[in-house]
T-cell receptor, first 114, second 111 residues
Framework: NAGVMQNPRHLVRRRGQEARLRCSPMKGHSHVYWYRQLPEEGLKFMVY????????ESGMPKERFSAEFPKEGPSILRIQQVVRGDSAAYFC????????????FGDGTRLSIL | GENVEQHPSTLSVQEGDSAVIKCTYS??????FPWYKQELGKRPQLIIDIRSNVGEKKDQRIAVTLNKTAKHFSLHITETQPEDSAVYFC??????????FGTGTRLQVFP
């Protein structure tokens, strides 16, 4: 049973470009969470999605960031017009039903902005 | 918002000794209390969790204790080994929705 799959593992972008991060949850999991981790810090919640629905986006910056989890395919975290401060590790986690079920993390995408 | 603090921020122990990390949270609605281990450059891994209707849970060398009245829970590692060296995060939540991660504790186990 494959775990949470994230790609790419490493992504380099220049300032002003767009970054797209992908997350495929574990088989049978319909809940996806995105977290951001700055160097030497803990993970910060960004957004919680179910298929075709955003449940909680209270941790998402108001501008440039968006997330989706379509009926088919992976969840996508999109960052437009990236800036140096967006450099971080972005982790995705999934759970079967959300309520009462633990979250399991992918290996993350390390985003570097030149 | 929720405030989650861990103590100590760093902990060094000799192999075979015990290690205890404490997590204090502010949201009284929290009812799910996991601990994650993160090795350098790796993903967080769930090592143990407890729910609010239980006071203590043990899994081999690892245990978690919960004091819901005082709003803190602790990770206990006995007979520590060098491979236990990592950063440990607590992440209390309500119904396992968004996890609010603590500030992290860097554990070093010296052989």
């Amino acid at each position: 049973n494959a775990g949470v799959m994230q790609n790419p593992r490493h992504l380099v972008r220049r300032r002003g470009q767009e970054a797209r991060l992908r997350c495929s949850p574990m088989k049978g999991h319909s809940h996806v969470y995105w977290y951001r981790q700055l160097p030497e810090e803990g993970l910060k919640f960004m957004v919680y999605l179910q298929k075709e629905n955003i449940i909680d986006e209270s941790g998402m910056p108001k501008e440039r960031f968006s997330a989706e989890f379509p009926k088919e395919g992976p969840s996508i975290l999109r960052i437009q017009q990236v800036v140096r401060g967006d450099s971080a590790a972005y982790f995705c986690a999934s759970s079967p039903t959300g309520e009462g079920q633990p979250q399991h993390f992918g290996d993350g995408t390390r985003l570097s902005i030149l | 918002g929720e405030n989650v603090e861990q103590h100590p921020s760093t902990l060094s122990v000799q192999e075979g000794d015990s290690a205890v990390i404490k997590c204090t949270y502010s949201d009284s609605a929290s009812n799910y209390f996991p601990w994650y281990k993160q090795e350098l450059g790796k993903r967080p891994q769930l090592i143990i969790d407890i729910r609010s209707n239980v006071g203590e849970k043990k899994d081999q060398r690892i245990a978690v204790t919960l004091n819901k009245t005082a709003k803190h829970f602790s990770l206990h590692i006995t007979e520590t080994q060098p491979e236990d060296s990592a950063v440990y995060f607590c992440a209390p939540s309500y119904n396992t929705d968004k996890l609010i991660f603590g500030t992290g504790t860097r554990l070093q186990v010296f052989p």
